[in-house]
């Protein structure tokens, strides 16, 4: 039985670098353990096992291509839902007035907030989608995705007042305030490093 164990494991250690999906693999795992009923092969298995589902994620399961298209398509989604809620705002806001239960006073304070903010959420939403196209096609580290982080944050910080004057009158608007400005600022400090790192890379290309 033992060396029954050896030869499956072996086995397995091979195929699992061949790229079976994590479901086989753990079915063989289950199979040595019953035919054999060895601890020890069984622990060599899993870690076997572990390192096949690791190695089939990171090549077929997940890729940075992947993660720039799935953020590309959040994009889209948002921005229909913004333009969306421009022809709807009203209706949308005055339901939410009703369900709180404060009458006409959040309803006056959402619209107007909201239609004044409409245009930077229009501008960091184009803006967000050229960086990601220029992510997409491997244009990272250029001045013009430094320019886009830029004016992404201001933005944001746009918003900032905006918010906070609306707040005064409904409460829950802060919230926001304190979001816009925190993601304002991480989008200097991103803007930053991608300065250097554009600076970086333009003084190497010169060199060569």
């Known amino acids: 039985m033992q060396a029954l164990g050896e030869k499956f494991n072996n086995w397995l250690l091979r195929h699992v670098t061949w790229g079976l999906t994590p479901v086989h693999n753990l079915l063989l795992f289950f199979i040595i353990f019953l035919l054999t009923n060895d601890n020890r092969h069984s622990i060599?298995?899993?870690q076997n096992l572990t390192k096949g589902v690791y190695l089939h994620m990171k090549k077929n399961f997940w890729t940075a291509e992947k993660s720039v298209t799935l953020s590309i398509i959040v994009t889209i989604i948002l921005a229909v839902i913004f333009v969306g809620l421009i022809f709807t705002a009203p209706p949308v806001f005055r339901w939410f007035s009703e369900i709180t239960g404060r009458g006409?006073?959040?309803y006056k304070t959402l619209i107007i907030t909201f239609y004044v903010c409409c245009l930077p959420a229009a501008a960091a939403l184009t803006l967000l989608m050229k960086l990601l196209l220029n992510i997409k096609a491997e244009r990272i580290f250029i001045s013009e995705n430094v320019n886009l982080l830029r004016y992404l944050s201001w933005c944001c910080f746009l918003v900032v007042p905006i918010t906070a004057v609306g707040g005064f009158f409904y409460i829950s608007l802060f919230v926001i305030t304190a979001a816009a400005a925190f993601i304002g600022?991480?989008?200097?400090?991103l803007k930053n490093i991608m300065a250097s790192a554009t600076e970086?890379?333009?003084e190497n290309d010169f060199t060569v």
């Open 200 to 202: 970086i890379k333009a």
């Open 104 to 106: 006409g006073s959040p």
């Open 185 to 189: 600022l991480i989008l200097r400090v």
């Open 44 to 46: 060599i298995v899993m």
